[in-house]
């Protein structure tokens, strides 16, 4: 008797699901495809639109669905059923063959029915404004997100190591750059995938303030209550750093070029991509960093 009260308890449980998938609501609800879903900006794409029970598929190498860049036969599952795409190349639209591989994924994604597609872009990067006229004639709703350097940059990346270990050396000068963060970019992603209005918009996304990365780091030191200091290297020698803690030489390239050509005062003005897609202000680095160092990722690793 208890097995079958528990078949029928369960069976009820299955038949609110199936009516609940069955609803009119939930027939019209379009299923987003974001790439990159487990990276600093995906993950924070995937758990807005998951709050709001929207679909959600996340495409990674390590998916449920597995999509990969450079297995062209992994773009089509993925995309089956899918109505909208977050578009986040790895590891950057600079590297070589980055806008024509985006530009084949768009007209794949348009063949399959995909109808918006929002692109992260790169700020003051050529290489990533061919993508971004790759994606822009695929045929797509289309919404440019351009940015450059994370705050979370120094949380979640390749910065983290330097401030514990309380010195920062980058082959960059004094040259301003409009920190913006993973947040607000999130937030505009999600805007442009689910709503009508940023069709054709291209969205210059930054902080509300320029800083060198030495501010940062002043930043980042004030609010962790520590010593950290920040040192500007000869590209040279960082390039022969980071391959020695075995960096792949791709990344060694890619980051020479970011930290070198693109950190040239290109970037030193503010956008107002925020303001224009959220109607708000950008969140301020002073406050991310304050945020950031009460979770204790910056305590130094003697006292962790």
Do not use: C
Not at 23 to 32: I, L, Q, V
Not at 186 to 215: I, K, N, W
Not at 265 to 276: M, T
């Amino acid at each position: 008797m208890r097995n079958r009260m528990l078949f029928l308890f369960r069976r009820t449980e299955i038949v609110e699901v199936l009516a609940k998938l069955r609803s009119p609501g939930r027939t019209h609800m379009a299923m987003t495809l974001v790439l990159g879903g487990s990276g600093k900006t995906g993950r924070r794409v995937v758990q807005r639109l998951t709050a709001r029970d929207l679909p959600v598929r996340i495409g990674s190498r390590n998916g449920g669905l597995p999509f990969d860049w450079t297995d062209r036969a992994s773009w089509a599952p993925a995309l089956q059923g899918v109505t909208s795409a977050y578009v986040a190349y790895y590891p950057d639209l600079a590297v070589p063959g980055a806008a024509e591989t985006v530009g084949d994924f768009a007209a794949v994604a348009v063949r399959s029915g995909v109808r918006r597609l929002v692109l992260l872009s790169g700020r003051g990067e050529q290489e990533a404004q061919t993508a971004e006229k790759a994606v822009q004639a695929s045929g797509a709703d289309w919404t440019i997100v351009r940015a450059s350097w994370f705050n979370q940059n120094f949380s979640e990346n390749y910065l983290l190591e330097p401030v514990l270990e309380g010195h920062v050396l980058l082959p960059v000068g004094d040259i301003s750059e409009p920190f913006v963060d993973a947040d607000d970019i999130a937030d505009v992603a999600v805007a442009a995938l689910t709503e009508e209005r940023h069709a054709g918009q291209t969205y210059e996304v930054t902080g509300p303030a320029l800083l060198t990365f030495a501010d940062a780091v002043g930043a980042i030191a004030s609010a962790a209550g520590r010593d950290i200091t920040f040192t500007s290297i000869p590209a040279a020698d960082y390039a022969a750093a980071v391959s020695a803690e075995g960096v792949p030489a791709e990344i060694v390239e890619l980051l020479g070029y970011l930290f070198t050509t693109v950190m040239d005062g290109r970037n030193a003005h503010l956008g107002d991509g925020v303001q224009r897609a959220l109607g708000r202000a950008p969140r301020d680095f002073a406050d991310y960093a304050r945020d950031t160092a009460a979770t204790g990722i910056w305590r130094q690793k003697d006292r962790m």
